[in-house]
């Protein structure tokens, strides 16, 4: 059985609060993981155990121990050894990895290998990577892979509370009156192709992209765009309705040269690390196609 520790300082921020406090608001340690630290003694100050009720103070040491008992067991990932996985950050709870266009984020199939994922689980062996969000199989650029489970709950909620900012870069057909702009449509899926999405489609949700023209070349433009909200296929259902669809994009650019590459890369993450609130700042480099 795996065991994950953790030996933390209580910040300025923190001084007198309770150790219930430091966990759910400080650390965003979900209920259930608190509940598994406190009854089976696994959560100490400066060495001893003591009620959730009882006030820190700045400097004294939090040590938090996880068991894998702590976790729902994760569906083993198939190694797959036969390409390198371009790990562009990393420490010991988590990597930031450089996705290839046209690899999978993860296996669809029972079975099948060659994704992202399976690249990670070759990397990591013979321990498991944990899958946090996904990028579409023609979106490169950076991605976030768990490497243990404490951390997973935590990552899932940077990112639904938006404190992870990722920034995309795109090239799109046509040019914009309008230097930058807010798409806020809801999108749903399309029932005439079940590989696509649309605008106010079925059980369509709510939806918002930002985005800011970084140039325009041959009456092409190259955007800077970040979501404020994740759905699938956003970007490119924002934009092909604005008219501006991703160039070579398979569904949604009816000129596209389905040869060439979709011109959509996630280019650069802004996050605090789980537990350390480590702020970094990573970028994955551009493939020779976005740079054309």
């Known amino acids: ?29 979900p209920k259930h993981l608190i509940f598994s630290l406190r009854t089976h003694y696994r959560v100490t100050v400066n060495q001893k155990y003591l009620p959730m009720n ?11 121990t996880f068991e894998d008992s702590d976790f729902t067991p994760n569906q083993p990932v198939i190694v797959d050894k036969s390409k390198p996985l371009n790990v562009i950050w990393e420490n010991d709870d988590f990597m930031i990895v450089n ?11 029972p079975g099948e290998s060659h994704a992202t994922l399976n690249y990670a689980a070759g990397y990591l062996a013979p321990n498991q990577p ?44 046509g040019t914009f009156k309008d230097a930058h702009g807010t798409i806020d449509l809801p999108i749903g899926r399309d029932l005439h192709d079940q590989r696509k999405r649309k605008i106010n489609g079925e059980k369509a949700q709510h ?55 979709m011109l959509l890369h996630s280019w650069k993450v802004e996050m605090p690390t789980p537990f ?3 702020l970094i700042t990573v970028t994955a480099s551009l493939p020779p196609e976005m740079k054309k």
Do not use: C
């Not at 520790?5 to 921020?13: D, E, G, K």
């Open 1 to 29: 059985m795996s065991t994950y520790q953790y030996h933390l300082n209580v910040p300025n921020s923190y001084n007198n609060q309770t150790i219930r406090n430091y966990l759910s608001t400080y650390l965003l340690l």
């Open 54 to 64: 009882f006030k820190i103070q700045t400097g004294d040491e939090v040590s938090l």
């Open 99 to 109: 996705k290839v266009r046209g690899d999978k984020t993860h296996a669809n199939q």
């Open 130 to 173: 944990y899958i946090i969000h996904r990028l579409d199989q023609q979106t490169s650029g950076a991605l976030i892979i768990a490497k243990t489970p404490a951390v997973v709950p935590i990552l899932t909620r940077l990112i639904k509370d938006k404190t992870i900012k990722r920034t995309y870069l795109v090239w799109v057909h």
């Open 207 to 261: 939806a918002v992209t930002h985005y800011q023209v970084i140039k325009e070349v041959a009456g092409n433009s190259l955007l800077q765009v970040q979501l404020e909200t994740g759905r699938t296929h956003q970007i490119r259902v924002h934009l092909a309705y604005l008219k501006h669809p991703i160039i070579n994009d398979p569904l949604y650019d009816s000129t596209a040269n389905l040869a060439q590459p």
């Open 276 to 278: 350390y609130h480590q």
